[in-house]
């Protein structure tokens, strides 16, 4: 008789589903989000029991947030565990209160994990999902009438996200800690009914399984069926004939009249997917509007998707963006310099002014006084450089075919109340200094 297949270690199951998970190459640095309890705990003991491996730098990072009388308590546990690892860690408390719910929670946990992301340097951020967490989330969209595509619920890697303890229970990784004698946070609010997922976990769930004992293998096998799907509708964007799918700085946008040629189903999983590239989860109501306003709307349109998402038709196509503050008025203060305004980067120096200025173009040169960077405003307007007669600003970015939605973000360098260059597409005839005089060059970049 042939004896059984040795099974894996967690450890060789976990370094196989991390690779699986594929981290980009050039990752260098990672940030574990642990909360302390037995999922996130297992998610940091194995990454850091397998960092010959993988070779990733570990950053710790736990959010406190501040609704149990003990999350101090456990806060500083993690702080201790991490600093006997040997590892950087970051506490942040988020001072929400009882009355917070699930989504606002885990919004304002993953604004503050990305914030440390950017601090830390880190390429990327470890979360502790794992198989059950997957089940539940299928579940929880199938009972809010998600589309097949949100059925897709979470990927091993979504942009700085990765997950790899997708394939593995909650159970064997809560078995794995006490084996190891680690002490974890059992948080009473997973598992209060008040809470839908909890009321998922503790009733919905278990019941569902006292009749179908994998059922949370086939809701997870549901959401692999549906990110098939989803992929392969996202990889078609590129084959389809006409669509000119483009990325933008705030978004993504697609030709237009393609789109509105295609039967009303076709063309609506068209603007789904293309909303998912930009990064905005389109449900099928909020579709037929964005399909309405392709059809039957005029250049300069635009329709609210919610959580600052909108949709444009701007000179034959369809934009999804997300709106953003304009920043305020800056001054460039010092002879040499640079700084981000908006999306944009905005670089200055020194230097001698060359015999030729052109009107357009990413670089000018000005008489150095007084010099800010400002969005556009009402009645403001300008004397284009070589031509003759006021022209109003919202003009030159009509001419120059920028969106309504990224006009306001739009950079002008100014001296008190007069326009010197609308940035990248039209200096104006002032402050212009003479050939070989020394002056200040301004280099834009769009982000």
């Known amino acids: 008789m042939t004896p059984p297949a040795p099974v894996p270690d967690l450890e060789t199951r976990f370094l196989a589903a991390l690779r699986r998970s594929a981290p980009p190459a050039h990752w260098k640095r990672l940030v574990v989000a642990v909360s302390g309890g037995a999922d996130s705990l297992a998610l940091l003991h194995l990454l850091y029991a397998t960092r010959d491996a993988h070779r990733l730098e570990l950053v ?10 003990r999350s101090a308590d456990v806060a500083r546990r993690v702080e201790n565990l991490a600093t006997a690892l040997g590892l950087a860690v970051h506490v942040g408390r988020l001072e929400l209160d009882a009355s917070t719910g699930e ?10 994990l990305e914030q440390i992301r950017l601090a830390s340097g880190a390429d990327g951020i470890a979360l502790a999902h794992h198989m059950d967490d997957q089940a539940e989330t299928v579940l929880l969209r199938v009972l809010a009438g998600s589309g097949p595509a949100g059925l897709a619920a979470m990927a091993r890697r979504h942009g700085v996200l990765l997950r ?41 769930l278990p019941r569902l399984a006292e009749r179908i004992p994998d059922v949370a293998a086939q809701l997870v096998r549901v959401a692999s069926h549906a990110a098939s799907d989803r992929a392969a509708w996202d990889r078609v964007l590129d084959v389809l004939p006409g669509l000119d799918v483009r990325p933008e700085a705030d978004g993504a946008s697609v030709a237009a009249r ?13 603007v789904q997917a293309v909303a998912r590239r930009a990064g905005l989860p389109l449900g099928p109501a909020r579709a037929r509007r964005v399909l309405n306003l392709a059809r039957k709307g005029t250049s300069g349109r635009l329709v ?33 310099g640079s700084l981000s305004w908006g999306d944009w980067r905005i670089r200055w120096r020194p230097d001698r002014t060359p015999a030729r200025q052109p009107r ?8 150095p006084e007084g010099i800010q960077v400002r969005g556009p405003a009402a009645g403001d307007r300008l004397v284009p450089l070589g031509g003759t ?23 002008l360098l100014v001296a008190g109340a007069e326009v010197l260059w609308v940035a990248g597409i039209c200096r104006a005839a002032v402050a212009v200094p003479a050939e070989g005089e020394e002056a200040v060059r301004v280099e834009v970049d769009a982000g």
């Not at 790899?164 to 190891?180: K, T």
């Open 60 to 69: 710790v990072a736990h959010a406190d947030h501040g609704i149990h009388p």
């Open 103 to 112: 989504t606002a929670a885990r919004a304002a946990r993953h604004l503050w």
């Open 164 to 204: 790899p303890l997708l394939g593995f229970r909650r159970s064997e990784l809560e078995a794995w800690v006490q084996d190891r004698g680690i002490e974890a946070w059992d948080d009473p609010a997973n598992r209060d009914p008040a809470h839908r997922r909890s009321w998922l976990r503790v009733e919905v």
């Open 258 to 270: 393609t789109v509105v040629e295609y039967d009303s189903p076709l063309a609506r999983v068209v």
């Open 304 to 336: 609210e998707l919610g959580a600052g998402w909108c949709a444009e038709l701007a000179f034959g196509r369809l934009r999804f963006f997300r709106t953003a503050d304009v920043p305020g008025t800056v001054a460039l203060m010092a002879a040499e």
């Open 360 to 367: 357009d173009g990413s670089v000018a040169w000005f008489i």
């Open 389 to 411: 007669g006021h022209r109003p600003v919202v003009r030159c970015l009509q001419d120059a075919k920028v969106p309504r939605g990224r006009r306001a973000g739009w950079p």
